[in-house]
């Protein structure tokens, strides 16, 4: 105890050395430290990205890990993640809660684009649906929907979704230091997707030759829409096909127009 009270009377000794305003700035300067530290920790890792807006450059500069839980599935190869920063999702420590209500949901997703890997297509902007989108979007509903997933966002599409390369929680470690399954590789493991090889493909730490050689084994598996064969068209040739048509259709009506002004002449 004594010497406790020795080194307490020093340290007072050598404090009282010091003018009374350098004193003053250095308290300044410690809690200015602290509390710009305190920030970046929280926004670093507590503050909740609420949708796509939100994502910052340096987020997708550092392909930044996001965790958050899938709300909606409404494609076969993308869905939408409420981002659950930090702890105090689950029990025991329940303090916050993801929202079930459409309406409180709105504007606090993002809108996640799974990367590698691109799906049948549904019928959208008056194009009829491939064979086996409805499959490959039940079977990834069930797959995902309501789970936790790790996003590493890449960037943002033409559509404005966030690419991301898509990973499962790890069944027993900390899912911070070590993940889980591979999602595109899981879906392409079951034939419900092809490797996604246009320009900006982005493969993760597997590469792609690793998602070809799961795609592959699918196709001799005969797994999901390859259980009729492999002669079916791919989603890259179908949209390529349709986007030859739909560029056509505008100039056959010009044609058309013409046509018809130089027979009222």
């Known amino acids: 105890m004594d010497s406790v009270k020795t080194a307490y009377a020093s340290l ?36 909740r990205v609420q949708n796509a807006d939100h994502l910052t450059p340096a987020m997708f500069a550092q392909k930044r ?29 329940k303090v916050r809660r993801v929202p079930t209500i459409t309406k409180d949901l709105q504007g606090q997703t993002i809108h996640v684009r ?51 390369v898509v990973v499962s929680p790890p069944r027993i470690l900390p899912g911070t230091f070590f993940s889980g399954k591979n999602l595109s590789l ?3 493991k079951a034939g419900w997707v092809t490797t ?17 050689r799961v795609e592959m084994e699918a196709k001799v598996a005969r797994r999901g829409m390859w259980a009729n064969g492999l002669s079916g068209e791919s989603p890259a040739a179908y949209k390529k096909r349709h986007a030859s048509l739909e560029s056509e259709t505008p100039s056959k009506s010009t044609k058309a127009k013409g046509r018809q002004r130089s027979r009222l002449q």
């Open 186 to 188: 899981e879906m392409l």
């Open 12 to 47: 007072r000794a050598q404090v009282a050395q010091y003018p009374t305003e350098i004193l003053a700035v250095s308290a300044f300067a410690v809690g200015g430290v602290s509390t710009f530290g305190g920030r970046r920790l929280y926004t670093r890792y507590f503050r």
């Open 114 to 164: 799974i990367a590698g890997v691109d799906a049948p297509e549904a019928a959208h902007f008056g194009r009829p649906a491939q064979p086996y989108s409805e499959e490959a979007l039940t079977w990834l509903r069930k797959k995902i929907l309501g789970k936790t997933l790790y996003c590493q966002v890449i960037r943002r599409d033409q559509y404005s979704r966030v690419v991301a």
């Open 196 to 212: 996604y090889e246009q320009a900006g493909a982005e493969y993760g730490n597997w590469g792609k030759e690793e998602y070809l």
């Open 65 to 93: 890990w996001l965790k958050g839980v899938v709300t909606s599935v409404g494609d076969s190869d993308n869905f939408r993640l409420y981002h659950t920063p930090a702890f105090g999702w689950r029990w025991p420590l």
